[in-house]
């Protein structure tokens, strides 16, 4: 553009030298309005990318201690579990009476589920 307006001055040309003055300037400021609105895009995407990330992280951290409630849940019930079925063999070993009453309960629940399944049949 400066080329352009000095042929014009060289030339006396007074009305293109200041049209082209004014396409000059005109370009200029719609090159620093671009910029201008790219900084200011680049700048909402950073902080947007900021809150994404922040956001990531949480629901990282959230996802581990849901992981390692279950996990610390589970073993309980398991040590709690184990403790029972230990208990219940300790006590069928010393009493022998209460191991076959216990038998005889498991087997009469089978035979009423069987009992049932008949009532079923006949219907």
């Known amino acids: 553009m400066f080329d352009a307006e000095s042929l014009a001055t060289l030339l006396k040309h007074e ?3 200041e049209l082209i003055k004014r396409i000059r300037r005109d370009t200029q400021s719609a090159i ?3 910029e201008r609105n790219k900084h200011v895009l680049m700048s909402r ?3 947007t990318l900021k ?3 922040a956001q990531r992280a949480e629901l990282d951290r959230l996802e581990e201690l849901a992981v390692a409630g279950m996990v610390k849940e589970d073993g309980e019930y398991e040590v709690f579990t184990g403790a029972n079925l230990e208990q219940d063999i300790e006590y ?3 009493d022998p009476l209460n191991a076959i009453v216990v038998s005889q309960q498991e087997m009469g629940s089978e035979i009423n589920d069987v009992d049932s399944v008949g009532e079923y049949e006949s219907t």
């Open 15 to 17: 009305e293109n030298l």
């Open 32 to 34: 620093e309005e671009l």
């Open 45 to 47: 995407l950073g902080d």
């Open 51 to 53: 809150r994404i990330a």
């Open 92 to 94: 069928s070993e010393t």
